[in-house]
């Protein structure tokens, strides 16, 4: 069984500008959710979809958005980049998101300049 | 502050020494996962607690749940350099689809 896929592996990006993400779950996986790490705040949450519905959003700005498809498939989008955005960013899968381990992809890691 | 503590947030252990990483949590646990990361790329699971006084092995590697104490300790026998990485814990609670984690610790394994 193929693993959670993210793409791109690594971006570059100058502030202003906008990025977007993708993650392939693993095969029947449902649950879809999204971290971001850095250096000084460690590993937040972003948000988590099941069923193309948002569940549950961390603290973010409304800069960070995301989306699932029927597949399962998702994306993270993030508007006007600033220097602070610049972080590894993970994806995990899990069949239902709740009680459960959660699979994490390889992450995108995102440099804005 | 953080809602999960781990303690100590790096340490260097000498092959084939025994090694202790804890964590703490300031609220209700339901569940306390482990996870492993190299610098730079994404988590692999260790393993998951779920009810007080659980104890789960892996190979050398054993961490416990004390409900109670609202902590976990991840314990790793006669280390090896490939117990070199991150180590995270990560806390469920009871109504939330996500998973909070601790800040690391930062194990090296000197030959």
């Known amino acids: 069984k193929a693993g959670v896929t993210q793409t791109p592996r690594y971006l570059i990006k100058t502030r202003g500008q906008q990025v977007t993400l993708s993650c392939s779950p693993i095969?029947?996986?449902?649950?879809v959710s999204w971290y971001q790490q850095t250096p000084g705040q460690g590993l937040q949450f972003l948000f988590e979809y099941f069923s193309e519905t948002q569940r549950n959003k961390g603290n973010f700005p409304g800069r960070f958005s995301g989306r699932q498809f029927s597949n399962s498939r998702s994306e993270m989008n993030v508007s006007t980049l600033e220097l602070g955005d610049s972080a590894l960013y993970l994806c995990?899968?899990?069949?239902?998101?709740?009680?459960?381990?959660?699979?994490f992809g390889s992450g995108t890691q995102l440099s804005v300049l | 502050s953080q809602e999960l503590e781990q303690s100590p947030q790096s340490l260097i252990v000498q092959e084939g020494k025994n090694l202790t990483i804890n964590c703490t949590s300031s609220?209700?646990?339901?569940?306390l996962y482990w996870y492993k990361q190299k610098y730079g790329e994404g988590l692999i699971f260790l393993m998951m607690l779920q009810k007080g006084g659980e104890e789960k092995s892996h190979e050398k590697i054993t961490a416990k749940l004390d409900e109670k104490k609202q902590q976990s300790s991840l314990h790793i026998t006669a280390s090896q350099p490939s117990h070199a990485g991150i180590y995270l814990c990560?806390?469920?609670?009871?109504?939330?689809?996500?998973?909070?984690f601790g800040a690391g610790t930062t194990v090296t394994v000197r030959a």
């Open positions: 995990a899968s899990s069949l239902t998101g709740r009680k459960e381990k959660l699979f």
């Open positions: 609220k209700t646990l339901y569940g």
């Open positions: 990560g806390a469920a609670r009871s109504n939330d689809y996500k998973l909070s």
């Open positions: 095969s029947g996986h449902r649950s």
